[in-house]
């Protein structure tokens, strides 16, 4: 027994060292199963729903399970956010190109070197002798200059536009021809709310602003109105119920591909994934019932057609008001750090991502700073919008953009997923934001003059 107590001791010490290592991570598995996971993520992502297209009747079906989840955890709608129940309907209008006709210095252009992307529903613009009009501003592209900077610019101007563009910019000008050609989606804002639009006439043309003459410009465009939901509900804080932290994804898609072969974009990582994510972060914190800060959990629509969800959900509510933004985008797959792992967009933007990680540091974990900087995903995703308006709203994802073959594609379904790593990403996530559930941790601000713009008129 003497020879033998050393040996015990070391076990009971190396036992409790475990114990104190998991303690903060033990708990997480007992309400966020592997099992509920996979049954949220698999509805998500079945063929039934025909790829969560918006306006499609399925999507609708996708946000009443969303709905059904967050009641069944004994969550509450969200009162002030133009609310009902969970859901949060907006309208958007649908903006498409019916005719186009341009005549510069007499001569008529052909319409395959036209394109347009407008928000007014009648187009006219006429000049005579050279003279210029006040109404809109003629620009010149020519073979050297930079075509994507230039329309970027005016996108952020807004306002009327005509832009003669060198033959030299043809194959890009194509692919701007295919983007505006599919029509402008807008969001319907309130009577009182600034007006935001204009119009980009892009003709391709040798003639150059400072040669013409005359021109006129006509076009018309169809507009039509449809109704859109995101799905909303919040575990009211118990001390600090005015700060909120909202966990987010966007439950849309792509819908089905006009094909006989297998047709449904399922978008089982995108984002079902991250849908299953909020959902059981949610059943977790109601379960534990011991929120200090309001936790509101946002699962947004038309993410995949402009980001007109979030972009409502930012009108309903003060965003000084909202903590951090934990914006959770395709999870479902390993990262290039191995699986479980995920990394965030902009982490130099605020203190977030390092207090996560201090957090993490505790478990042998770590959030990773976003390691395709040259894509921009820090506003490609729903954060954008608040960021936009000095939240410290960042995007979690684990997606290999260099590598995933199955992105926008209809091979991302649920066979493509990885789910055990899956769950240990959202594990991971509802333990690194504890303190933020807790009120002990307060990220610091974005600073929104450092985060570009969004476009006036696309």
Not at 328 to 344: L, R
Not at 397 to 426: G, R
Request: proline share 3%.
């Amino acid at each position: 027994m003497i020879r033998k107590f050393p040996t015990l001791l070391l076990k009971v010490s190396v036992l409790t060292a475990c114990l104190t290592a998991s303690a903060f991570t033990s708990a997480v598995p007992n309400y966020i199963s592997l099992e509920q996971v996979t049954e949220d993520v698999s509805y998500l992502a079945s063929d039934d729903l025909k790829g969560r297209g918006n306006f499609s009747p399925e999507i609708s079906q996708a946000a009443d399970y969303i709905a059904k989840r967050f009641n069944n955890s004994g969550l509450k709608s969200a009162d002030g956010i133009s609310t009902q129940g969970f859901l949060q309907k907006y309208q958007v209008t649908k903006i498409s190109p019916e005719k186009l006709s341009v005549v510069l210095n007499g001569q008529i252009l052909s319409s395959e070197n036209l394109t347009v992307a407008s928000t007014a529903e009648h187009i006219s613009w006429v000049t005579a002798n050279g003279n210029k009009n006040s109404k809109f501003k003629v620009h010149t592209i020519g073979k050297d200059d930079d075509m994507r900077a230039t329309i970027g610019d005016i996108n952020q101007q807004g306002g009327e536009h005509l832009v003669l563009l060198n033959p030299a910019h043809k194959e890009l000008f194509k692919r701007y021809q295919s983007y505006f050609g599919q029509g402008l989606t807008k969001l319907v804002q309130k009577s009182n709310s600034a007006v935001q639009g204009g119009t980009i006439v892009i003709a391709l043309s040798e003639i150059s602003a400072d040669t013409v003459e005359s021109l006129s410009v006509s076009g018309l465009n169809s507009i039509s109105n449809s109704e859109l939901t995101n799905v909303v509900a919040i575990l009211p804080g118990k001390t600090k119920p005015d700060e909120i932290v909202l966990y987010s994804a966007h439950y849309d898609h792509l819908g089905v591909k006009n094909t006989e072969e297998d047709n449904i974009y399922n978008g089982a990582d995108d984002d079902a994934s991250g849908t299953a994510a909020i959902i059981n972060i949610a059943q977790y914190y109601a379960k534990q019932g011991n929120n200090a800060r309001t936790l509101m959990f946002a699962a947004f629509s038309a993410e995949e057609i402009g980001g007109f969800g979030s972009r409502f959900f930012s009108q309903q509510l003060d965003p000084k008001k909202i903590t951090a933004m934990i914006n959770i985008e395709m999870i479902g797959k390993p990262s290039k750090f191995g699986a479980g792992t995920v990394w965030m967009t902009g982490m130099d933007r605020s203190s977030l991502g390092k207090q996560l990680n201090d957090v993490l540091a505790k478990s042998g974990k770590e959030i990773y700073k976003d390691p395709y900087p040259e894509q921009g995903l820090f506003y490609r995703s729903d954060n954008a919008t608040l960021a936009r308006l000095g939240v410290p709203a960042h995007s979690f994802s684990s997606t290999q953009l260099d590598k995933d073959e199955h992105y926008h594609q209809v091979s991302d379904d649920l066979s493509s997923l990885d789910l055990p790593s899956l769950h240990k990403v959202i594990e991971a996530l509802t333990i690194a934001t504890q303190p933020l559930v807790n009120g002990t941790v307060t990220p610091s601000r974005i600073d929104a003059n450092n985060v570009k713009r969004k476009g006036l008129i696309y």
